[in-house]
């Protein structure tokens, strides 16, 4: 009762041993190590979340970005993540079993578009005054390319039953952590041939800055791509050791995989945004529902597959996303990982239009306090792990799931009190509490889920599991920003509050009254 996999598979699962280096090889010669794919996925997720450093600081340095346009950098990147995580999951993949190697060549790829990333990120931040849309162009596509490595990563890792799936996944939210721990110090120190900003309030983890001080915002871009041109060193480097296995003729095809994929995505996750988008922040001003806009995004997406499949071509893909729990799990995952990621890209503008301002007495800063709930959130996933292989993995999501509620509708409370007092410091704690149960909830149902699924589960339906919970980003951040523009931030957690309760019904549906053996994916 209460697992998501059959007696059978969790034997399998304790039974089996972890192979840390068995990964694809990109022509048989020799397996990527596990360190080297974990260490792009840290990248990835890095660069993708420092838009929320980036965010802050536009409001701190006076930038002129209004509150909805610094939201909308966040709500971008979540759409350009989860866009490009699914045409690249669901049309990227080499025509012929012998070409499936390319996958490695693709992460080359991947890895060299982080790499231009960065460095016009690095630019742009040395100039910081620029119109909006430079800057929403660039955070849609850091989203691509951390959606990209995301799903490439996914095809690369180890897939077979039993054997455990954590080191990348966690990396990349580590590379959050890092991010907010390290970016607010490191933007203290010269960076030669780059602007320099003087600020009118800000922090690190752990003191407030005097205002006047000077930061180098540069230091944002010039980071996450210092560390991608070291992978890209490492990836060539294994491409030596097996003789320079990849050919022209290789790295074309598998350039012509990727990009095709990667410019598909982007351009649907560009038209979305400008249709969601108010006018006042760059968008068309139709706000269509979220939900519909989603749903639509997704099925265009998927529309090259089918199109395959009526043709006679053979479409692994399809039959996955033909079981009913392909779309259960799908829920559940952004009810985990989407949370846990929308509300750490989240959490540090939220703090920021609440309880911060220039005059705000006695208040040491947001990054403070912007690196602690991410870090909880990953340090309690053991608990997620040993409560699913104590009582099941779907019963220990049902009891996040309960705490996931009450988090909401606590974080509701304080928000709402906030919202309408002259000193709204004095409700911090308690909206502190709030979201720190939604980040512990989050990160035990994330690993309660993962610790089951990955027993059974493809790469495919790993990849798709990693796109939706992309979406949450860009769902969770959106949501947030619209109600709190508006005064009402209390409706957006409110609304959280119900996704939560239809996630609990869904799985108390489908899992909790009995084991179901159809997760097989």
């Known amino acids: 009762m209460g697992s998501f996999m059959p007696t059978t598979e969790r034997i399998r699962l304790r ?30 997720f890095g660069l993708w979340f420092c838009w929320t450093l980036v965010a802050v600081h536009l409001h701190h340095v006076g930038a002129g970005l209004a509150f909805m346009e610094r939201f909308s950098l966040l709500a971008i990147s979540g759409l350009g993540a989860g866009c490009v995580g699914l045409t690249l999951s669901l049309g990227a993949h080499p025509a012929r079993r012998e070409e499936s190697g390319e996958y490695g060549v693709m992460l080359g790829w991947s890895l060299f578009t982080l790499l231009l990333l960065s460095c016009g990120l690095t630019w742009l931040l ?65 960076l030669p041939s780059q602007g320099v900003v003087s600020v009118l309030w800000t922090s690190h983890f752990f003191a407030r800055l005097a205002p006047g001080t000077d930061l180098w915002l540069a230091w944002s871009g010039a980071f996450w791509g ?13 491409q030596r050791r097996g003789s320079w296995c990849v050919s022209v003729p290789v790295a074309v095809r598998s350039g012509w995989y990727f990009y095709r994929a990667f410019f598909f995505g982007l351009t649907l996750a560009a038209l979305g945004a400008w249709l969601v988008l108010p006018s006042s922040a760059g968008g068309s001003g139709l706000v269509p529902p979220k939900e519909l806009l989603l749903a639509v995004l997704i099925a265009i997406a998927l529309a090259p597959m089918l199109l395959s499949a009526r043709g006679g071509r053979q479409t692994p893909s399809l039959d996955h996303l033909r079981r009913v729990d392909t779309w259960v799990l799908a829920l559940l995952w952004v009810m ?82 906030a919202q309408g007092s002259a000193q709204p410091a004095r409700y911090f704690s308690g909206f502190m509490l709030g979201f720190a149960l939604l980040f512990v909830a989050a990160g035990v149902a994330q690993s309660a889920l993962a610790r089951d699924v990955e027993a059974v589960a493809s790469s495919r339906a790993w990849v798709w599991l990693s796109a939706m919970a992309a979406f949450g980003v860009f769902y969770i951040c959106l949501t947030l920003a619209e109600q709190l523009e508006r005064g009402k931030g209390v409706q957006a957690l409110a609304g959280f509050a119900l996704f939560y309760a239809l996630c609990g019904v869904t799985n108390v549906w489908r899992y909790v009254r009995g084991p179901r053996s159809a997760l097989a994916l």
């Open 126 to 190: 040395s100039h910081v005054v620029a119109p909006v849309w430079q800057w929403q162009g660039l955070a849609l596509l850091c989203g691509a390319g951390a959606g990209a490595s995301s799903a490439l990563v996914h095809q690369l890792r180890p897939h077979s039953r039993g054997q455990r799936r954590v080191g990348a996944s966690d990396a990349a939210h580590w590379g959050i952590v890092m991010g907010l721990l390290v970016l607010p110090l490191l933007v203290l120190l010269p």
């Open 336 to 417: 985990s990982q989407g949370s846990f990621l929308g509300l750490a890209a989240a959490f540090p503008l939220t703090v920021e239009r609440l309880f911060v301002g220039s005059a705000a007495p006695g208040y040491p800063g947001v990054f403070v306090y912007a690196w602690m709930l991410p870090l909880l959130g990953i340090l309690v996933r053991p608990l997620g792990t040993w409560g699913s292989a104590r009582w099941g993995g779907a019963l220990t999501t049902q009891i996040c799931i309960v705490i996931m509620v009450a988090a909401s509708v606590a974080a509701a409370y304080w928000v709402y009190q």
């Open 15 to 44: 039974q089996s041993d972890y192979q840390s280096s068995a990964l694809a090889s990109d022509c048989g010669v020799q397996s990527l190590p596990l360190w080297f794919v974990a260490g792009v996925h840290f990248a990835g």
């Open 226 to 238: 210092a560390i991608t041109v070291l992978l890209l060193a490492c990836w060539l480097r294994h």
